[in-house]
């Protein structure tokens, strides 16, 4: 069974930087597409980025397009999330999330399947606070 545990969340000012890890066990990381999911208070589940099993393909929401960069180490198990220039608008709880390969994302690369409802198993989320 997939587990996936989150860590570099934190507070930080506006501007600066943080980068997440997504930690897993249990199985090859390399099985899964891997994603980076958030959610603000008062607001829904929102795919931020996501990366292919292979980790040839990744896609991002326009929201932090050339601002994060998600990237992966099979040989570590570990899926990253570099978040530079940080606003106070992405102040959330920021989960990591899977899927098993060969499905919609492998396929297609689409952010409309870096979504919740794509996602099979999922960490307990590490809280980023951007503060002015």
């Known amino acids: 069974q997939l587990q996936l545990v989150e860590s570099g969340g934190g507070l930080v000012q506006v501007g600066g930087s943080l980068r997440l890890s997504c930690a897993a066990s249990?199985?090859?990381?390399?099985?899964?597409?891997i994603g980076w999911l958030r959610q603000a208070p008062g607001k829904e589940r929102e795919g931020v980025s996501c990366i292919s099993s292979s980790g040839r393909a990744t896609n991002y929401a326009d929201s932090v397009l050339g601002r994060f960069a998600i990237s992966r180490d099979n040989s570590k198990n570990t899926v990253y999330l570099q978040m530079n220039s940080l606003r106070p608008d992405d102040t959330a709880l920021y989960y990591c999330?899977?899927?098993?390969?060969?499905?919609?994302?492998?396929?297609?690369?689409?952010?409309?399947?870096?979504?919740?409802?794509?996602?099979?198993?999922w960490g307990k989320g590490t809280l980023v606070t951007v503060s002015t």
């Open positions: 999330a899977a899927q098993p390969r060969g499905g919609a994302f492998d396929a297609l690369h689409s952010m409309t399947y870096c979504s919740a409802p794509a996602m099979a198993f």
């Open positions: 249990g199985v090859n990381l390399d099985d899964y597409v």
